[in-house]
């Protein structure tokens, strides 16, 4: 059953969860419940376009509210003390050498719900993340990207 899965965070993560789940109860709420009081205000709420738009942003905050208090819920924190650096498992930082490419590329292999690639950060369920957990300095692997096959020399495992 998908809602038994645990949701694997490192620290950083999980607090920024904590931290997006309070300013949403607090400021957001406040925020779009004045918008609503306003919104009222102008009269009739029955084609009130600004009445909409509120009760349509109050509504997708209470879903973020819920979709993240559902994710600290199921919360496991990978403890960072505890990774071995000898080989590349979820929380480890993961410098390799694009072969193709002849360039020097940093992962951070975190769980699926912090994962941002645009920051180095891939899950462990993408195809690169998978491909590297359990290895060790000196492989190379290779990964089915959508351009093809992609070789990476793991180069450094840290944490």
């Keep these: 059953m998908e809602d038994k899965k645990e949701i694997l965070l490192t620290q950083e993560g999980y607090d920024k969860l904590e931290e997006e789940v309070e300013l949403l109860k607090t400021v957001r709420r406040r925020e779009v419940a004045d ?4 919104a009222i205000s102008f009269g ?26 559902n994710m600290i819920r199921k919360a496991v924190i990978i403890d960072e003390s505890k ?33 941002d690639p645009y920051e180095g950060r891939i899950s462990n369920e993408s ?11 000196g492989d190379v692997v290779e990964v089915q990207v959508p351009d093809g096959v992609a070789q990476f020399k793991i180069l450094e495992i840290r944490r």
């Excluded at 918008?35 to 306003?38: E, H, L, S, T």
């Excluded at 084609?47 to 979709?67: G, L, P």
Aim: hydrophobic share 40%; proline share 1%.
């Design 35 to 38: 918008r609503i009081k306003v």
């Design 127 to 137: 195809p690169v993340g998978k491909a590297l957990l359990g290895r060790t300095i």
């Design 44 to 69: 009739d709420i029955s084609e009130n376009s600004e009445y909409d738009e509120a009760k349509n942003e109050q509504a997708q905050v209470e879903e973020r509210i819920m979709k993240l208090e």
């Design 83 to 115: 990774i071995d650096s000898n080989v590349v498992t979820i929380g480890s930082i993961v410098k390799v050498n694009d072969v193709e490419f002849d360039e020097e590329v940093e992962y951070t292999i975190v769980g699926s719900a912090e994962a």
